[in-house]
Nanobody
Framework: QLQLVESGGGLVQPGGSLRLSCVAS????????MGWYRQAPGKRELVASI??????NYADSVKGRFTISRDNAKNTVYLQMNSLKPEDTAVYYC??????????????WGQGTQVTVSS
């Protein structure tokens, strides 16, 4: 009913930048919130989220370095990551909370994209 396709991960040196993208497609009536999570060995943690109105929330560890944004017309969320550190290394997952065309509400995860910060 809904697909999330992520892109933009890769290998970058400490201090470098990457931009992640996540596009939602399918039987979408409306998208409530979109966000990025990451998972290193251990639990999955919230990195940043954004509502339809543009309100944002960030993990303390990424404040001032990462910026989340969205293009509502394209059902796309972005994560601009600057000043990357080795501890940012993880698999990054996109998550979206939606109302489908059958008026049911649900949430979906993307397949994940690897971000590796290493010299």
């Amino acid at each position: 009913q809904l697909q999330l396709v992520e892109s933009g991960g890769g290998l970058v040196q400490p201090g470098g930048s990457l931009r992640l993208s996540c596009v939602a497609s399918g039987s979408i009536f409306s998208i409530y919130a979109m966000g990025w999570y990451r998972q290193a060995p251990g639990k999955r943690e919230l990195v940043a989220s954004i509502t339809t109105s543009g309100s944002t929330n960030y993990a303390d560890s990424v404040k001032g370095r990462f910026t989340i944004s969205r293009d509502n017309a394209k059902n796309t969320v972005y994560l601009q990551m600057n000043s990357l550190k080795p501890e940012d290394t993880a698999v990054y997952y996109c998550k979206t909370v939606v109302r489908l065309k059958d008026y049911s509400d649900s949430f979906y995860w993307g397949q994940g994209t690897q971000v590796t910060v290493s010299s």
